[in-house]
């Protein structure tokens, strides 16, 4: 079974700085992807960045990276140049590559609070 | 990308009655997602519903209390029956769109039982 786990409950940024949220898991599967999810308090859950299991590039979108270790079992979201509006509840998520279900198995979530 | 619409988007019920909640995709999509997020909680897979096919429900959720339709590619409802205090959560449905492997999601419905 699919597990992913989230060891930071929250984090904390200054406006402009940069912070890594960490995340690892654990999967037998040998093809699969990797997310994070942004759910700020309207509630609505936004992807930020995918990563696929098979690329050994990391995946980037504009001030968001990844630092993907696949033999580590190791998937952290770094956040450059922090903006405010980038306070909200991260998760990490994983799901199989074109499995039957493809669900998507959630951590627990990092709240990060960006400081002005 | 996909737009999901959930409604409602919140509601207030009483112990013992049902309650209906809506997800309407924009395209086409075979596979659809219900989840729970209990208060401060991650979210947890309810169910998985494929048009023309019965839900497949995922431990420690059955059919009976929380029946699922999906009665075309485009839309799927949940229904939370004979609720309880313990069901009041936020519960969110999802699609796969495109053919990236991307599940996108509707806004949510926080519901709180009396």
């Known amino acids: 079974a699919q597990t992913v786990t989230q060891s930071q409950p929250e984090m904390s940024v200054q406006e402009a700085e940069t912070v890594t949220l960490s995340c690892t898991y654990d999967t037998s599967e040998s093809d699969y992807y990797l997310f994070w999810y942004k759910q700020p308090p309207s509630r609505q859950m936004i992807l930020v960045i995918r990563?696929?299991?098979?690329?050994?590039q990391n995946a980037t979108e504009n001030r968001f990276s990844v630092n993907f270790q696949k033999a580590a079992k190791s998937f952290s979201l770094k956040i450059s140049d922090s903006q405010l509006g980038d306070a909200a509840m991260y998760f990490c998520?994983?799901?199989?590559?074109?499995?039957?279900?493809?669900?998507?198995?959630f951590g627990t979530g990092t709240l990060l609070a960006v400081q002005p | 990308s996909a737009v999901i619409s959930q409604k409602p988007s919140r509601d207030i019920c009483q112990r013992g009655t049902s309650l209906t909640i809506q997800c309407q995709v924009d395209s086409q999509v075979t596979m659809m997602f219900w989840y729970r997020q209990q208060p401060g909680q991650s979210l947890t897979l309810i169910a998985t519903?494929?048009?023309?096919?019965?839900?497949?429900?995922e431990s420690g959720f059955v059919i009976d209390k929380f029946p699922i339709s999906r009665p075309n590619l485009t839309f799927s409802t949940l229904t939370v029956s004979n609720m309880s205090p313990e069901d009041s959560s936020i519960y969110l449905c999802s699609a796969f769109a495109g053919l990236k492997n991307i599940q996108y999601f509707g806004a949510g419905t926080r519901l709180s039982v009396l």
């Open positions: 519903a494929n048009q023309g096919s019965e839900a497949t429900y």
């Open positions: 990563q696929e299991a098979y690329k050994q």
């Open positions: 998520a994983s799901s199989n590559y074109g499995g039957a279900t493809n669900k998507l198995i």
